[in-house]
């Protein structure tokens, strides 16, 4: 048996993280045994649905390296095939036309609240012989009245919900359009769909696929509902708790690789192994290791595996992913040694590409922003005497290496008697305006000659001013 697996986003928003996590898993599960991945639109609500939630999902997949094997399918173009299957469940007395109209409905739903039952529609139109009144029909499964759906749940096990708790599901609606689970029903059949890996939020709505399902005469897919992501709050996650976006991940600096690499771990576990390549993820990944409680979504856990692959990437792929965050914070990338030897400089440093590119301004073009306070601090008048030597030894320094301008620091240092340290600070907010940045030769090198020597002629500037005033 082939494996089918199946992502139905309903593409009325963003590509929000739980989400995407169900489409790994459903990936994670098709790619282990060598199956397929479906993916599908549910788009039937026409108001919510948008062009630009279609571009979102596709982009937030594509940039995570979730690909598929079927589709996209729209549910808004197989309307013709839902409206056949409603019409051979009406032929063969699978599901009934009713009449009724809004108010009655309203006021059994009332009686019913009143009388302190679960409101349910009663069957008149399923009991009645002839019950057109004139009014526009919708169209209702005749549910079974009595017995039991046993939903064998992978993940939960045996959930059984008593038939009598259900009432007869509305399939289609007086327009005739199809309602949710009859087209969802009709997909996972046409489409093959073997396993139906999802939130457990749907979980209320498996007895009343299943008996659409059982009405058309089609086997039982297996299911596997998922505990949802909660906040550090225990509340289902959501957007008070932060960012819940794919794509604003991406915005904010994840790794495409981390952010799968943290879901894939975020209500699953292998052991106690929390680096996983996806190759590791594809052979290790199984439903029976699905974690039967819900998930906290933790930031500092996703930061952390974060820079788990900024720091072991091969540095091209890394510099691949960053340049665009350089590029977003105005830096020109033009020069791919210049941009590779940051990169490599900054790796273990930077939680996300986004502080990455922003604490790598110093290294690219003229300074653009420097720490008042920093400077305040460390260009005090004592040090403009080494400063200054430094800056008329590193004009005419060769090679412009980091190896050899140690040396030349360390001989500074010496010959005014301080203290590698006590140099080496002024120094670095001398070129690069801040107190933090990777080792100061690599620091210089990674300034350049030009720039060196302008930023140390300004804090020797800044040094006389203070002088001055005083
Ligand atoms: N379209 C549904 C959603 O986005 C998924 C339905 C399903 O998995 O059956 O929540």
Redesign the pocket.
Known sequence: MTIVT?F???PTGDLHIG?AR?ALYNWLYARRHGGRMVLRM?DTDRERSTQAAVDVIMEGMAWMGLDYDDGPYYQTQRFDRYKEVINDLLARGKAYRCYCSRERLDELRAAQMAAKDKPRYDGLCRNHPNPDNGNPPVVRLATPLEGAVVIDDRVRGAVTIQNSELDDLIIARSDGSPTYHLS?VVDDIDMGITH?L??D??LN?TPRQIHILEAIGAERPVYAHIPMINGSDGKKLSKRHGAVSVLAYRDDGILPQALLNYLARLGWSHGDQEIFSRAEMIAAFDIEDINKSAATFDMDKLLWVNQHYIQHLPLDELVSHARPYFEQAGLDTSDAVQLAAVTDAQRTRAKTLLEMADKSRPFFGELTSLDEEAMAKHLMPAVAAPLRDLRDRLMSHEPWQAAGLHSLIESVAAAHDMKLGKIAQPLRVAVTGFAASPAIDITLQLVGREQCIIRLDGALAYIASREQSG
């Open positions: 199946r139905p986003p309903s989400s169900t549910e969802v139906v999802r939130g939020d749907h709505n």
